[in-house]
């Protein structure tokens, strides 16, 4: 070659690198809000960075450069300096079939996987059509080996005729976009990051409509949750003591985003191996998790209870609870002796303060055992609860998954090994953990034999104790070792690659190893279904043993539970931070289709005080589930104990709520149906109204009632947002009529803020000291008029406590007003209640009544109140079982 030659070949290079570095430089070209982190946690380097094929370019913005220093969590996350290249490799198409439900996606690794190792070379994507609102994107190994969450949802076997979305899909690097069809709206689009595939390293990202994002618990945070760089980790974790956005006992990687025009999408992972979910500015979300597939729904609603609805049909409706479950709860960690609670319940009764069910935490056991009652401190506890019963009162008794495994005689432990229900260690053997008891095994309710075992515990218990619902705590599972007592195995299932940023950092911490056996799996995938799988046998088991619906409140929870449990928020504070994310935690299981879910009113730990209970009490008589409890060693808390203010507050938001039962009732039969929430945020019902999308200091009951509480120290008046309506207050004030604006309210200390919305009705029933007392009162009816003079309303009733075939013994009526009229139309009459409809109260009349009609015959058993434009008719006696006009002029 001559020098001609030599100088124009070294030019050729010289303009290929050239090429390659421009080319470099415009892939790692990326808006700080659009970075997508390549180096997860501690010890990132730019040399580190770029050995993974990635860029490293310091941030122009970040919210303070030292939080770097600290664990990478929710409080601390920030714009990566090392990031994916916007050409990262991922995956390409490879070929494309048809299948019955849609189509298939075959796809093959580009160059460069992840940064973790072991990274599939071929998966599949699965696109299934399932209903009109409803797509499936599965996307697993070509082999289709991997492990899949062992949790019944719905099956369709047959393409949807017609859908609402569109998928679309790009070639090389794979990305796919799913839009809503009526609107043009993409909800989904996966261009916005890189894919990655691995053996314990899934991730994918997406682009989102906007930051109206709600949902991925469970976590003590607000509502709508930040997308400025927050970090949400799930993985089922025992915490005492949580701060905000540290993953707790419940696992729900779903999501709801409100897009601009205000109709709401759904997104859920079937996923439930431990996993980091990213929320950044762009906005965008990622989820990262460490096994299983990535199993994608997206439910396009259109509207939030829409949304709602649809995932509770894949993951199952929401139970029935029995009525009496409905009323007011008390317990303790510290009641002592049956005569202190036999104390506590006296003095409910003589302040008039309504109580439904007594409660017993740990103390009442022998040596903590589960199954088992101290006969020295607690002797008598039968007799009392057989007492309770006798007064119209229900008791509820923790039990722990933890077995001890340390007497030879302890029937619990016998069974369990002669059944070999026991979760085993690596080396077959039962692993020994250690929980209240001591040194523990823990059931496998996985395993075939674990419903007749523990069926058999629970009834064997019923037979000394006459309990009415059982509360399952500590079912993370909880373990007070590292993992067991001989620590675990050395595996990249209890210290994996890539290491999810659970609390305390370790995986197999507070709970048992990640290498345990279970019947159908290892614990590193099954860890998060610990407490949904002993929340079906514990149902299954109560039904079995007491023929009638039961009250199962459980800690760990995961999509699906709903259908078989309850849920209590957990280890809360007594402080007034506390108070106010209750109310968030409760809109957060509404959509995770567990609406029987409430706080410990006052708080779990640490001293609560008068004006704190004060408000706490007048807010937790509208949670779903109402109960207060506090632990050992701290003040009392039940309201007599507290004083007069207390007592006062409590008895007239508790009196509240019992006149509401039957509409709250109503609100659990058609959750049962529906899916639609209990309590509802005010995005749920006013979603075209952009003012609630931050809204979680107030909340609703159904579609009718608004609840506005006091959660703040020293408040002498509350700032609560009205939607466009007419509005009637329930304890006194003027209508308010609302173009949607904000208003000041009293923070009255003996009555909470409550309004009932125009155009809706509720039934009420006079309320007594128990839902026992309550049913033998007369019923009623609120019915609350909108600018048309019209309201509509249902009202479902059965005996509360029915277990099969419920609709064959209920009745249900619907309410409608109309010109004047209101008119009763039962449809099904299956149950005959054995009291009468006595009252009625319409709200929104604008001037008094001449003249008031019952079934056509005139009554002068009316009254009418000019300033809350409220018309009020007693002594109906009326049968709902059959049709009813009441007619006003």
Not at 646 to 666: C, D, M
Not at 856 to 873: E, H, I, N, P, R
Request: aromatic content about 12%.
């Amino acid at each position: 070659m001559g020098l001609t030659g030599l100088k124009e070949a070294l030019l050729a290079v010289i303009f290929v690198l050239f090429l390659i570095k421009g080319s470099r430089a415009d892939s790692c070209s990326v808006a700080d809000d659009s970075r997508f982190d390549c180096y997860p946690g501690l010890g990132a380097s730019e040399e580190k960075c770029k050995a993974r094929g990635c860029c490293w370019v310091p941030a122009a913005s970040r919210r303070n450069p030292k939080m770097r220093a600290a664990r990478y969590n929710v409080s601390n996350l920030d714009t990566p300096y090392c990031f994916y290249p916007s050409d990262f490799g991922g995956y390409k198409v490879s070929n494309v079939k048809n299948t019955d439900m849609g189509f298939m996606i075959y796809l093959e690794l580009n160059s460069r996987g992840g940064p973790y190792g072991n990274n599939y070379k071929q998966i599949v994507a699965d696109v299934s059509f399932e209903t009109q609102t409803r797509l499936r994107v599965t996307i697993r190994g070509a082999d289709d080996k991997r492990y899949r969450v062992p949790v019944p949802i719905q099956k369709v076997t047959q393409k949807s005729a017609s859908q609402d979305y569109d998928i679309t899909y790009q070639n090389s690097p794979f990305s796919f976009q799913v839009k809503r069809k009526s609107t043009g709206k993409i909800i989904f689009d996966t261009s916005a990051g890189p894919m990655i595939f691995s053996n314990q390293f899934l991730q994918i990202a997406s682009a989102l409509q906007n930051d109206n994002i709600y949902g991925l618990g469970e976590h003590v945070l607000p509502f709508k949750l930040s997308t400025q760089w927050q970090l949400l980790t799930l993985f089922a974790r025992d915490i005492g003591d949580p701060p905000g956005g540290v993953n707790l006992y419940g696992v729900f990687p779903y999501y709801m985003n409100i897009e601009n025009d205000g109709n709401a999408h759904g997104v859920f992972l079937l996923n439930s191996n431990a996993q980091d979910i990213i929320l950044q500015p762009k906005p965008a979300i990622t989820f990262r998790t460490v096994g299983g597939i990535l199993d994608f729904f997206f439910f396009m609603g259109p509207t939030p209870n829409d949304v709602i609805q649809q995932y509770t049909d894949l993951v199952g409706k929401p139970i029935v609870p029995p009525y009496w479950s409905l009323g007011f709860h008390l317990c303790r960690w510290g009641y002592g002796t049956i005569e202190r609670m036999q104390e506590v319940d006296k003095n409910m009764a003589d302040n008039k303060i309504p109580l439904d069910t007594q409660w017993n935490d740990i103390e009442y056991m022998d040596r903590y055992l589960d199954f088992s009652v101290d006969s020295k401190k607690w002797h008598g506890l039968s007799q009392y609860v057989d007492d309770l019963h006798n007064k119209g009162m229900h008791y509820v008794m923790i039990i722990d998954p933890g077995i001890s495994n340390q007497y030879s005689d302890y029937h619990a432990y016998k069974r369990g090994m002669e059944l070999d229900v026991f979760i085993k260690d690596s080396h077959g053997q039962p692993l020994v953990g250690k929980v209240w008891p001591g040194l523990t095994v823990y059931p496998d309710f996985f395993h075939p034999n674990a419903q007749q075992y523990w069926t058999e515990m629970i009834d064997g218990f019923q037979k000394t104790i006459k309990f009415d619902g059982l509360w399952i705590d500590m079912n993370e599972p909880s373990n007070f070792v590292y993992g067991s007592t001989q620590g675990c195995p050395d595996s990249s299932y209890n210290t994996p690659p890539y290491m999810p940023s659970v609390a305390s950092g370790q995986l197999p911490a507070q709970t048992i190893c990640m290498t345990a056996k279970q019947y159908n799996g290892i614990h590193y995938d099954l860890h998060s279904l610990y407490g949904y799988s002993e929340g079906v046998a514990t149902q299954n088991a109560l039904m079995s043993v007491r023929k009638k619906r039961s009250l199962v409140i459980g800690r760990s929870t995961f999509p699906g539970s709903g259908s078989h449990q309850g849920h209590w928020t957990g280890d809360n504070h007594a402080n007034w931070d506390d108070l106010y994310k209750s109310i968030p935690g409760i809109l957060n299981f509404q959509m995770f289709g567990i609406p029987l879910v409430g706080a410990d009113i006052c708080g779990f730990q640490g001293d609560t005080n008068v004006e704190l209970c004060t408000r706490w009490m007048q807010l937790g008589a509208f949670y779903p589930f109402s109960r207060n409890h506090n632990t050992i060693n701290v003040k009392a808390q039940d309201p007599p104990s507290l004083g007069q203010q207390v007592i006062v507050a409590s008895r007239n938001a508790l009196n509240l709520r019992y006149l509401l039962l039957p509409y709250l009732y109503t609100l659990f039969y058609e959750a049962s149906f529906t899916g639609h929430p209990v309590a509802r945020a005010l995005l749920f019902e006013f979603p075209k109204d952009a003012n609630t999308y931050a809204i979680d200091q107030q909340f609703m009951w159904g579609n009718a009632l608004l609840i506005s509480p006091v959660i703040k120290q020293g408040a002498s008046s509350v700032m609560a947002y009205f939607p466009s309506g007419i509005w009637y207050s329930l304890t006194g004030g003027p209508p308010i009529n609302s173009t949607g604006q904000t208003l000041q309210l009293p923070a009255s200390l003996e009555y909470p803020n409550l309004h009932m919305r125009g155009g809706f009705i509720a039934p009420t029933q006079k309320p007594g000291l128990t839902t026992t007392a309550s049913r033998k009162n007369p019923l009623g009816l609120y019915a609350a008029l909108d600018d048309n003079g019209e309201a509509h309303g249902t009202q479902f009733i059965d005996d509360g406590e029915v277990l099969q075939d419920m609709l064959l013994h209920a009745t249900n009526v619907t309410y409608t007003v109309k010109d004047g009229v209101l008119t009763s139309y039962p449809g099904m009459a299956n149950y005959k209640p054995e009291v009468t409809w006595d009252d009625l109260v319409v709200f929104g009349i604008k001037q008094s009544p001449g003249k008031v009609t019952i079934n056509g015959a005139g009554t002068s058993s009316f009254q009418y109140d000019q300033k809350q434009m409220q018309l009020t008719v007693s002594n109906m006696k009326l049968s709902i079982l059959q049709k009813n006009t009441i007619q006003w002029n």
